[in-house]
């Protein structure tokens, strides 16, 4: 059997979008997989961050125009990088029955890679949207690698990473299959 698959968007907030390495085409791509879902009758979870200058009914803390939830879509609000902690998310995901996520958003290493880690955690499988996962702008110098080195890491990380029970995939967006529950 397949398993029940619901697509997360972690934080594509106007905040987050306006700071985002590759913010147009990776929208592009988390809003193709959105209607796929969607047409495929799998849930899409939209996660939306809070605090941190994103507060509550700002411009910066609405979602990104181009990925808007309808109003019946289902919208986690979250304090922190981890989507589940203090959040109504793993509730919900058992409530529609899934059983692997599709993670896709803002920041690569911070939310998106917490948020995966822990859905492990939680028992459910994971697929990591290779081009569907980005972070900020930043100069390729300092402390912190360039975006793209980013991405790149967070993307091996995932392809290596052995988690007992679970599946854990890295795939681009033209790969990913969704399937919804029985």
């Given at each position: 059997m397949p398993?029940?698959?619901?697509?997360?968007v972690i934080d594509m907030q106007n905040a987050t979008v306006?700071?985002?390495h590759r913010a147009a085409e990776t929208v592009k791509v988390i809003a193709g997989l959105r209607e796929r879902a969607l047409a495929a009758g799998v849930p899409v979870v939209m996660i939306q961050d809070q605090g941190g200058g994103m507060d509550p009914g700002t411009?910066?803390?609405?979602?990104?125009?181009?990925?808007?939830?309808?109003s019946d879509g289902l919208v986690v609000h979250k304090a922190s990088p981890d989507s589940f902690l203090g959040t109504g998310l793993d509730a919900a995901l058992k409530a529609v029955g899934a059983t692997?996520?599709?993670?896709?958003g803002f920041a690569t290493e911070m939310c998106v890679d917490t948020t995966a880690r822990q859905a492990l955690s939680h028992g459910y499988d994971v697929v990591l949207v290779?081009?569907?996962h980005t972070t900020s702008v930043r100069p390729d110098s300092g402390a912190y690698a360039s975006p793209d080195r980013?991405?790149?890491?967070?993307n091996e990380i995932f392809r290596n990473i052995r988690f007992p029970g679970r599946r854990?995939?890295?795939?681009?967006?033209?790969?990913?299959?969704f399937s919804s529950a029985p």
């Amino acid at each position: 059997m397949p398993p029940a698959s619901v697509l997360l968007v972690i934080d594509m907030q106007n905040a987050t979008v306006a700071i985002a390495h590759r913010a147009a085409e990776t929208v592009k791509v988390i809003a193709g997989l959105r209607e796929r879902a969607l047409a495929a009758g799998v849930p899409v979870v939209m996660i939306q961050d809070q605090g941190g200058g994103m507060d509550p009914g700002t411009d910066g803390w609405q979602i990104a125009p181009e990925l808007a939830p309808d109003s019946d879509g289902l919208v986690v609000h979250k304090a922190s990088p981890d989507s589940f902690l203090g959040t109504g998310l793993d509730a919900a995901l058992k409530a529609v029955g899934a059983t692997e996520v599709v993670v896709t958003g803002f920041a690569t290493e911070m939310c998106v890679d917490t948020t995966a880690r822990q859905a492990l955690s939680h028992g459910y499988d994971v697929v990591l949207v290779a081009d569907g996962h980005t972070t900020s702008v930043r100069p390729d110098s300092g402390a912190y690698a360039s975006p793209d080195r980013s991405i790149a890491h967070h993307n091996e990380i995932f392809r290596n990473i052995r988690f007992p029970g679970r599946r854990v995939r890295v795939l681009p967006a033209a790969e990913v299959e969704f399937s919804s529950a029985p």
